[in-house]
């Protein structure tokens, strides 16, 4: 995110009574429904070998929802995978709470750097919310 222009750096570790958020960024995006969403994305990485289960997106969406009606966007980025509960998690998140989740696994580390984080991650939102996906 740090390459790319449209995305502005806040805070790092921002801790709340809650827990910890690793990374805030703002943006003026309006070109994607994505954007349109919050002028806030909040970042949550995990080196981790164990996939991500439904805890790890509850804790997040609470942390997210925690900052208030300006952050209402999560990006979770994993070098492992999501479990099928987490995947749950992340659909009730935006229907229930209004808060969108996109999860980046290991196994797109690599389009993430190529394509880049604006372009990546709009594309994956698409196809984590009118996808059905596994």
């Not at 080196?47 to 942390?63: G, Q």
Request: charged fraction near 25%; hydrophobic fraction near 35%; charge should be negative.
């Amino acid at each position: 995110m740090q390459k790319e222009k449209d995305f502005i750096f806040i805070f790092k570790h921002p801790r709340s009574e809650l827990g910890e958020i690793d990374y805030v960024y703002s943006h003026e995006l309006q070109d994607h429904y994505f954007w349109k969403v919050s002028p806030y994305i909040c970042v949550e990485c995990k080196n981790w070998k164990e996939d991500i289960s439904s805890t790890e997106i509850n804790h997040l969406t609470e942390l997210v929802r925690d900052k208030g009606a300006f952050s209402c966007c999560g990006v979770y980025i994993t070098s492992s995978a999501y479990n099928p509960s987490a995947t749950i998690a992340i659909n009730y998140s935006r229907v229930r709470d209004n808060i969108v989740i996109v999860p980046i696994e290991g196994k797109h580390l690599n389009d993430l750097i190529e394509q880049g984080f604006k372009s990546f991650t709009q594309k994956l939102c698409e196809e984590k919310v009118f996808k059905k996906t596994g």
